[in-house]
Each structure stands twice: as structure tokens, then as C-alpha cells.
């Protein structure tokens, strides 16, 4: 069984996740975020305040309503 992956987009302005990617191999995943973060030079931090992530595709965000609610 192949694992499958997510590569999600963190907009800090609205503070939410949005995919860009369906599920798909771990090295489909790494091509992905290699290419959007420009070779890891940028949007790879929580620094960048709009950065790029890999998550197991069955992992599910949490929508807190902000403030640390959920």
C-alpha cells in the first residue's frame, strides 16, 4: 500500500490551511514543494507567515474560530 501525502498552503492573513495538491506519493509531494517554495528558499517557515507544508493526506485541520477556541 502506497502512503499518499498533502501539500497545504498556510495563508497567515486569514490564518487557514487551503491544499493544493490531491493526495499523492511522497515524491510527487517533495517535486510539489520543492517547485512552489522555490528549492526551499522561500515560504517554508511559520516565519514566512505564508508557508508550504507536506501532512499525511488522512491527517484532518482543526478550525479553532481563532483565538485558540475549538
Known amino acids: 500500500m502506497v502512503e499518499l501525502f498533502i501539500v497545504r498552503f498556510y495563508d497567515g492573513f486569514d490564518n487557514q490551511w487551503m491544499d493544493v495538491s490531491e493526495p499523492i506519493n511522497r515524491a510527487d509531494a517533495d517535486a ?10 522561500k515560504n517554508t517557515s511559520y516565519a514566512d507567515i505564508d508557508y ?15 483565538f485558540g477556541e475549538r
Open 32 to 41: 510539489l514543494f520543492e517547485k512552489l517554495t522555490m528549492h526551499g528558499a
Open 52 to 66: 508550504y507544508a507536506i501532512f499525511p493526506a488522512d491527517t484532518r485541520m482543526i478550525y479553532s474560530g481563532g
